[in-house]
T-cell receptor
Framework: SQTIHQWPATLVQPVGSPLSLECTVE??????LYWYRQAAGRGLQLLFY??????ISSEVPQNLSASRPQDRQFILSSKKLLLSDSGFYLC?????????????FGEGSRLTVL | SQKIEQNSEALNIQEGKTATLTCNYT??????LQWYRQDPGRGPVFLLL?????KEKRKERLKVTFDTTLKQSLFHITASQPADSATYLC?????????FGKGTRLHILP
């Protein structure tokens, strides 16, 4: 069966520090991969998505970046965090061939920038 | 740009009654629409998908309708229970993207 792992689960970072969140999927091939952010009082905002290795689409211009170095690995990064980067970050995958777009989410990473 | 609105930020329903949540969208004609449940501190969990050519879909106590003319989906939970309390999100596919509404926090009162 397919599983998705996301880490770290929580982190507290100072403003201006770098960030790396990692997500891996097991049990499937060539998944579509997504990074969402959920800030307090706001909805689920799509940040990046990828339909294949090295293919990254950005939805929101900001100081974050994403990379997909392997088929089932998706990394969210920042060189310098801002206070506004605080939030609950969720990685998700879908079967690109299934045509339904059903998303399977990881457990999330809660980031607090101080 | 595409816009998704869920009519209520929060909704209180008495146990045993039917809860009805609304999702409206503009500027797009999706091939399908999805509903998810999210519990505090957790990732959303997929519940139901309804395609543009389907009027209604059911799963146990859940029912979803899809009106492409009104650009609206309704999500019903019948015989609601306190365990149904959660945030419910509707989502649209736009090409390879899935975008979400802000969600409705549903409280089932015992």
């Amino acid at each position: 069966s397919q599983t998705i792992h996301q880490w770290p689960a929580t982190l507290v970072q100072p403003v201006g520090s770098p960030l790396s969140l990692e997500c891996t999927v097991e049990g499937t091939s060539n998944p579509n991969l997504y990074w969402y952010r959920q800030a307090a009082g706001r909805g689920l905002q799509l940040l990046f998505y990828s339909v294949g290795i090295g293919q990254i689409s950005s939805e929101v211009p900001q100081n974050l970046s994403a990379s997909r170095p392997q088929d089932r690995q998706f990394i969210l990064s920042s060189k310098k965090l801002l206070l506004s980067d605080s939030g609950f970050y969720l990685c998700a995958w879908s079967d690109g061939l299934a045509g339904t777009g059903e998303l399977f989410f990881g457990e999330g990473s809660r980031l607090t920038v101080l | 740009s595409q816009k998704i609105e869920q009519n209520s930020e929060a909704l209180n329903i008495q146990e045993g009654k039917t809860a009805t949540l609304t999702c409206n969208y503009t500027n797009y004609s999706p091939a399908y629409l999805q509903w998810y449940r999210q519990d505090p501190g957790r990732g959303p969990v997929f519940l139901l998908l309804i395609r543009e050519n389907e009027k209604e879909k059911r799963k146990e106590r859940l029912k979803v309708t899809f009106d492409t003319t009104l650009k609206q989906s309704l999500f019903h939970i019948t015989a609601s229970q306190p365990a149904d309390s959660a945030t419910y999100l509707c989502a649209l596919e736009i090409g390879d993207k899935i975008i979400f509404g802000k969600g409705t926090r549903l409280h089932i009162l015992p």
